[in-house]
Nanobody
Framework: QVHLVESGGGSVQAGGSLTLSCAASGYSYSRYCMGWFRQAPGKEREGVAGIASNGKTRYADSVNGRFTISQDNAKNTLYLQMNSLKPEDTAMYYC???????????????????WGQGTQVTVSS
């Protein structure tokens, strides 16, 4: 059974940094696509960054150049390094996994199969 647990969220001032982690278990981690998504109150869930099983990455325009997705296959852990945080980055951040996602769907939440419970990120101005 796929199990994803996010951590690393918190409160930070604008311009600050946070690193989120997602510990994965229950499947062959290195063969899955992994992604980060976020959802702010009253808004739809949106894709932030994704990484394919071959290591190819993709970012939402709103975070490109500020956020970095990476993973440690030996630790079955996904990371999201977030720099130059802005108040509009405030949201619940979710980790997701999928065994066979097409690349063009990688930032689209509806196509992902497994989800974590989320970790809150709050950025104050």
């Amino acid at each position: 059974q796929v199990h994803l647990v996010e951590s690393g969220g918190g409160s930070v001032q604008a311009g600050g940094s946070l690193t989120l982690s997602c510990a994965a278990s229950g499947y062959s981690y290195s063969r899955y696509c992994m992604g980060w998504f976020r959802q702010a109150p009253g808004k739809e869930r949106e894709g932030v960054a994704g990484i394919a099983s071959n290591g190819k990455t993709r970012y939402a325009d709103s975070v490109n150049g500020r956020f970095t997705i990476s993973q440690d296959n030996a630790k079955n852990t996904l990371y999201l390094q977030m720099n130059s945080l802005k108040p509009e980055d405030t949201a619940m951040y979710y980790c997701a996994a999928d065994p066979g996602l097409a690349w063009w769907y990688i930032l689209q939440p509806a196509h992902w199969t497994y989800w974590g419970q989320g970790t809150q990120v709050t950025v104050s101005s």
